[in-house]
């Protein structure tokens, strides 16, 4: 089946250091790849999308992502987190239809 | 640009009362809306989607005679909870894509629904 994994629930790092999110999907082709964050009392807000081409995609706010195909991954990153980086982030992918299907999200918790 | 809202943010309603939730786009013609629930430290589920004009499209084990949706015009989605109990409490999300944004989506900020 179809599925979409953030192995981590919760992460929290210190303001300033780097950022790796993981996000691994099973589908027997490259899906639509895309990275939401959740901020309380706002709506899911898009980071970034990879389709096709360049492997390795900048978004919003700092933030890029590197789909390996061999690993079935697209793993989110950002070199220097700030304290407004604290928030709920989901892997969502569309598999071949307008659907999307999210993870389960990692909260983030940035520290002083 | 690309936003949508929803309305009520909160709504607190008492079992076997019906809630009505409304989306909107505000600066683009939503030809698909979805609506998703969202369960605490959970993912968001697809509960349906909607086209304008059409019928709703329920995912599987998604009752369409429990949540109700209504898709009347390009800018409104509604969601109706009927006859809601309290395991309907939960986070509700709206988005809407136009016809040019292949797979892209805008969220709303979500309606939080308490029955008692």
């Known amino acids: 089946a179809q599925s979409v994994t953030q192995p981590d629930i919760h992460i929290t790092v210190s303001e300033g250091a780097s950022l790796e999110l993981r996000c691994n999907y099973s589908y027997g082709a490259t899906p639509y790849l895309f990275w939401y964050v959740q901020s309380p009392g706002q709506g899911l807000q898009l980071l970034l999308k990879y389709f096709s081409g360049d492997t390795l995609v900048q978004g919003i706010k700092g933030f890029e992502a590197e789909f390996k195909r061999s690993q079935s991954s697209f793993n989110l990153r950002k070199p220097s987190v700030h304290w407004s980086d604290a928030a709920e982030y989901f892997c969502a992918v569309a598999f071949g239809n307008e659907k999307l299907t999210f993870g389960t999200g990692t909260r983030l918790t940035i520290i002083p | 640009g690309a936003v949508v809202s929803q309305h009520p943010s909160r709504v607190i309603c008492k079992s076997g009362t019906s809630v009505k939730i409304e989306c909107r786009s505000l600066d683009f013609q939503a030809t698909t809306m979805f609506w998703y629930r969202q369960f605490p430290k959970k993912s968001l589920m697809l509960m349906a989607t909607s086209n304008e004009g059409s019928k709703a499209t329920y995912e599987q084990g998604v009752e369409k005679d429990k949540f109700l949706i209504n898709h009347a015009s390009l800018t409104l989605s509604t969601l109706t909870v009927t006859s809601a109990h309290p395991e309907d409490s939960s986070f509700y999300i709206c988005?809407?894509?136009?016809?040019?944004?292949?797979?892209?989506?805008?969220f709303g900020p979500g309606t939080r629904l308490t029955v008692t």
């Open positions: 988005s809407a894509k136009t016809s040019g944004s292949a797979y892209e989506q805008y």
